[in-house]
């Protein structure tokens, strides 16, 4: 089944201890990207990629860091989470680019900084 | 920068009747796209309709587009419980650029 999956789902930790959401597609696509979700501000992208070690900021970086070393691996980590970083995390991921071709949008990752 | 914001922000109607979401935008674009998001879940892509297009239709969706006034709107026709679900619009930036900005989302709940 194609699609995209996102580990974890939920996560709880403490500002400063470094966490990793892994990203991954089997659908062969060029294109991935993470946004955050939070209320009153839709979806805001964080970074996207658009091929294997190419990446590049979206919107909202600053607090972020990406790596894409496999086509089909977009993990997004953050070295000292804060409390602002608490949001719904998306990865995405298009064959084409990313303005120009459907979106296919993982479950989502709840992550919560105390 | 907020490019598509979504109007209204939320939307109550009755099962059967048709839902219209309108979406404006700022700068110039290439395409403009529609997703839909049960609460809580991923996105989930409607119809993608370029700049040049100005109508689109999809099963019992129709996209409008107008470049002149930089909107677009959504209908949803003979409306049923299962639509209920937020809808964004999405817009590249245009300039080859590869960022794809989100509005706020219209939330319409379909009552049986």
């Known amino acids: 089944e194609a699609q995209v999956t996102q580990n974890p789902r939920y996560l709880i930790t403490v500002t400063g201890k470094k966490l990793t959401v892994t990203c991954s597609q089997n659908m062969n696509h060029e294109y991935m990207s993470w946004y955050r979700q939070d209320p009153g501000l839709g979806l805001r992208q964080i970074y996207y990629s658009m091929n294997v070690e190419v990446t590049d900021k979206g919107d909202v970086p600053e607090g972020y860091k990406v790596s894409r070393k496999e086509k089909r691996n977009f993990p997004l980590i953050l070295e000292s989470p804060s409390p602002n970083q608490t949001s719904l995390y998306f990865c995405a991921s298009s064959f084409w680019q990313t303005s120009t071709d459907t979106q296919y949008f993982g479950p989502g990752t709840r992550l919560t900084v105390l | 920068s907020q490019q598509g914001e979504e109007d209204p922000q939320a939307l109550s109607i009755q099962e059967g009747e048709n839902a219209t979401m309108n979406c404006s935008y700022k700068t110039s674009i290439n395409n403009l796209q529609w997703y839909r998001q049960n609460s809580g879940r991923g996105l989930v892509h409607l119809i993608l309709i370029r700049s040049n297009e100005r109508e689109k239709h999809s099963g019992r969706l129709r996209v409008t587009l107008d470049t002149s006034k930089k909107s677009s709107s959504l209908l949803i026709t003979a409306s049923r419980a299962a639509d209920t679900a937020s809808y964004f619009c999405?817009?590249?930036?245009?300039?080859?650029?590869?960022?794809?900005?989100f509005g706020k989302g219209t939330k319409l709940t379909v009552n049986p």
């Open positions: 999405a817009t590249d930036v245009g300039g080859g650029s590869e960022k794809l900005v």
